[in-house]
Nanobody
């Protein structure tokens, strides 16, 4: 069994910062691509940032220059540093990972439970 547990969400004023974390646990052999998505009320879930096991990161245009995605493979943890937050960043943020479980060959796709980020004065 594999679980993704997110933390770090909360209420912040415009211009503030938050750091989200997503810790994977269980019988994990390797984690391939990892990403952060968000879903605002009444809107579809959208990709915020992605980071492959090797290669370049990818960001939504709306967060470029403000958000930074990173990963610690030794800790099976994904991060999203969010700076210069705007009210339009308000959403539930979800981590998403392609994980190869121990003893298996193909990856499975997993979602975190979501963490609320609210940007408001």
């Amino acid at each position: 069994q594999v679980q993704l547990v997110e933390s770090g969400g909360g209420l912040v004023q415009p211009g503030g910062s938050l750091r989200l974390s997503c810790a994977a646990s269980g019988s994990i052999f390797r984690i391939n691509a990892m990403g952060w998505y968000r879903q605002a009320p009444g809107k579809q879930r959208e990709l915020v940032a992605a980071i492959p096991s090797h290669g370049r990161t990818n960001y939504a245009d709306s967060v470029k220059g403000r958000f930074t995605i990173s990963r610690d493979n030794a800790k099976n943890t994904l991060y999203l540093q969010m700076n210069s937050l705007k009210p339009e960043d308000t959403a539930v943020y979800y981590c998403n990972e392609d994980i190869i479980r121990s003893g298996e060959l193909s990856p499975y796709n997993y979602w975190g439970q979501g963490t609320q980020v609210t940007v408001s004065s």
